[in-house]
């Protein structure tokens, strides 16, 4: 585990060293990222030097961090001990509700909710460069939340897709500090997974729908749907938006979640809204948005999904 | 040109995301939007765009069996073209489920006077095999909810 560690400074240092030429965001962003990935890969790392030292007969305490693993996947843990006493268990144990039941092959919906939640998270992920959506804002309120909060507050501009088109629009001063006052509230592991925010005048689909925003990197939102006369309040859409870059970032709670709250792909019982029913992700990006707005009403509409998220996603 | 390299590196370019909000219309607006609404059985589903299409379109026909509102020809076949397929979903837009299974579809007209799907995944409902319970954005509404609504109760 030492020499682990000792490579992951060596790529650290190499990761700054390609960064010649960046600003200092961009560099602390590389390096959180390389970080937050040996960070994540750990487990399996850990789990394939457990793998060589049982088969070079190397006994050592490691398998001991095993098992929450060993005691979740008991289907898998019999198949590995019946071929050798390697124990080549990869998978996250947070996931062990998904993933047991693909394997013991109950439900074939099983199957499509894991897809479904992996299209989620894969969905979250997706990043576009911000200058090709928009500009940043030189409102004295955007630079004040970039420098607290590291989010990049972008004025939109015109552009469109295949699927989606949005007309440019400036964040206002009133509007950066509702903003602002909002990421105040927000717990830093929740609001950290946000990067970037885009004001856009409107946002159209081709089927001639108007979304209120949309996630992704940066997240995209309708200064139609908040405004006056809008059909949902700036912290709402927000908070909802973030929970995406939030899932991005922390696929397993999204993964626990879905096994917990959408077994079968089917909602357990209903989301807080209808639109929180349309799957897993969105269910979860409502629920928050609600907790956030409201705690008590949704801990009065389920208390579990509620212990869920203060446990989870608001720490 | 160091810069830019790591930029195109760091970000996964994809278009546009296909990962919106849509607001979601009260039930009875819905229902009174919809010109018509009809429960429809999946008949058959093929991808139709080219093989190497960054996002695939996927060819819908459904046979309607009842209708609940609106003038529509029930023995004519319904064609949607909605974007994604089966290995590749596009999330926030109606998703029809596997042939054989069935749906409640709100419809308005478009331009053209064909028939589109309402409000996106609002607009398409999938039934529960065998109970016939409404799923998706209907999961807290009924088949019994809708009609009654149409008679103004």
Redesign the interface.
Known sequence: MKKLRHLSVILLLVSSL?????DAT?ILD?IS?VAQGVQQAMPAIQNVVNTFSNIFGNNNNNNNNNTAANNTNTQQTADTSTNSQANVTTIDPNAEDVTSNNNTGQNNNNGQQA??VE??IS???????YSQ?GTESNLAEAAAIKTKYGITVLDGKN?Q????SATAAQWTSQQAAQFAAIMEKLPGNFRNCTRGFTMQST?R?N??????????DPIMISNK?IGAGG??TMEE?VV??MT?QFQAKNADVLRQWAAKFWPNN??VR??I???G???S??DM?ECVAAYFKDPEKMRQHDPERYEFIRQNIWK | MTRSSIFILMILFLGMPAFAMIRTLPFPELVQKAEAIVIASVDTQQVVSPADAKIPETSTIVKIEKILKGAIEADKPLQFNTPGSKDHVVRDRPRFPIPGERVVLFLVKNEEGSWRILNGPQGLWPLETGSDKTLGMGFNYSIEQVEKELAGK
């Open positions: 390609f960064m010649t030429g960046c961009q590389v990222k897809a479904t299209e989620i969905g979250a992920q997706i990043a576009v460069p959506v552009w897709d295949q699927w989606n946002i689909d089927d001639g729908n108007e979304p209120s925003g949309l996630g992704g749907a059909w949902i859409l909802h938006e995406h089917q909602p209903s989301s809204t209808d639109y029913n349309t799957d992700g969105e990006a």
